[in-house]
């Protein structure tokens, strides 16, 4: 049930590919009635010379999208090839846009081009920045009431706002929602994904992580064969918020983790849950699980976020962390939405290439799933990047050397370099909460989310940067972008240590001496324990073994 709010993560994270697309489009001619983008009547080819020709360099569009001439069609004059002499140059206040792609969407609504354009890039900046609010709001609700009851509410509030925004009045109001839908999805994804990993056993953590990632997956397909059949953002938009409001059954369908119980000491509560668990397993298990549970007089050990900053060995790997590493990661989140947001310039069928972007990333978490405890995280997630980005750089050389004859070829590298965005995207989860010590292992997950962010709010700018920067520069400037950041954080992963098969680091000094020497690091936790109630052995030298160890 979890698995199915998260195919509707994947629809509302991509929408803004749908409503935010900026059709093919020119300025409407003064006096034309009924025109339309492909208008070829004789009364439009005489104002054919209405038209500005195409700024410089540009060979995407046959005429400026911005500006026409304005002139007295009773006193005007021409040049030798058929320009207005006597005539002003002016701004379009109206624009006819192709549907050839969509009947309509929010841009070609409200005419949000030219020298609005760069709000499109902004709304879906701001999408990415209601992320970095929700994921410090709901992560802390969800630690504090508990993970049902901020699974639920934000899961309801994204469904309300999903069906608002259809009557969205302006882009301000639109930006409002889309920023308020980023910060909810954040208490559905996230907060879903805990809710179910910690519902399983240590054994299914695995399946219960990425499993959740196919239905994510799922969405895009889905959005990809909607938009082909609606083509109008408005009836795309209530067609894939409509079902969510099956949603609401959940409250009473899905109960609270026990583990959050038991760490609230709500022992009755998560009884309760484990016992309906085992009858519906057919396990038998005591009636009361926590009768005899005795709270340990041990300390636990404590530590502080601004310790993983403290020594180079952890300022270092801390950094690299944070540039690549957390559960929606900085440069990682650059990569994946920037290549799914930039799905729509890639050339060729618009639904197609969305539909593959999805598509791509089935045996991409399939690959995940059945390798990472084979090769290990650093190698999957490095491999993964470099794979990525190397397909990204590549598409640079058939578009400058032939777009349309190569479109076959553009098209999947670009998957390809989907392909190992999505790999290392689902492998960095486990490999992050790997590497933070125990003691501060929530805090440096919460300030690589946060950073983590940056990325997010980025990649909608590189990937519309085709559209202001123009040309065939234009063109592969997005691509080429992705494919360099991809390679750095890959080649950067190399300074982390491995942590498959290894004891994870408790305390702060485990995380300072973790990945220096597997093999001593093992011994050492070996001879302490063999001499754990011994008394102390001594070498030649007069050193105790265990301290000896220890030292080394």
Known sequence: MICWTSLFSGIYA????????????????????NDTYDIHSTYQQKLVNNYIPPPSGDDTHDYDQCHLYSF?????????????INASIVECSEWVYSDSVFKETFTSKFNIVCGEKHLTSLIKSLFFAGKLVGAIVFGNLSDALGRRLTFNTSLMMMVALTFGMSWSSSYLVYAIIMTAIGATT?????????LGVELVGPSKRKYAGIVIEYFFSLGLMFLAGISYFARHWYYINIICSAPAILFVFYWWLIPESPRWLISKQRYEEANTIL???????KVVIEKNLFEKEIESSTPEPTGRVWQLFSTRVMLLRTLVILFNCSPYRCIVSMIYYG???????????FYLNMFLSGLVEVPANTMVLLFIDRVGRKKMYCLSMILGGCACASTIFPI??????????????????KFGATASFNTIYFYSAELYPTVVRNAGMGASSCAARIGGIVAPYIADSSALIGGMVGKVFPLGVFGLVSIIAGLSSLYLPETLNRKLPETIEDGKQFGKSATLSHEKYEIKENLEDKPPAYDNNGYILDKEMTKL
Do not use: W
Not at 14 to 33: A, Y
Not at 275 to 281: E, I, L, R, T
């Open 400 to 417: 400058l050397y032939g777009e349309i004859e190569n479109q076959s070829i553009i098209t999947a590298l670009a998957m390809i370099g």
């Open 72 to 84: 007295d069609y009773n006193d005007v004059k021409f040049d030798n090839s058929s320009r207005p």
């Open 339 to 349: 290549l799914s947001l930039n799905a729509g310039n890639l050339g060729g069928n």
């Open 14 to 33: 991509l929408m803004s590919v749908i409503f935010l697309n900026t059709p093919d489009h020119r300025c409407k001619i003064p006096g034309l009635e």
């Open 275 to 281: 016992q309906k668990a085992a009858k519906v397993n």
């Open 186 to 194: 954040q208490g559905v994804f996230p907060v879903g994904f805990v």
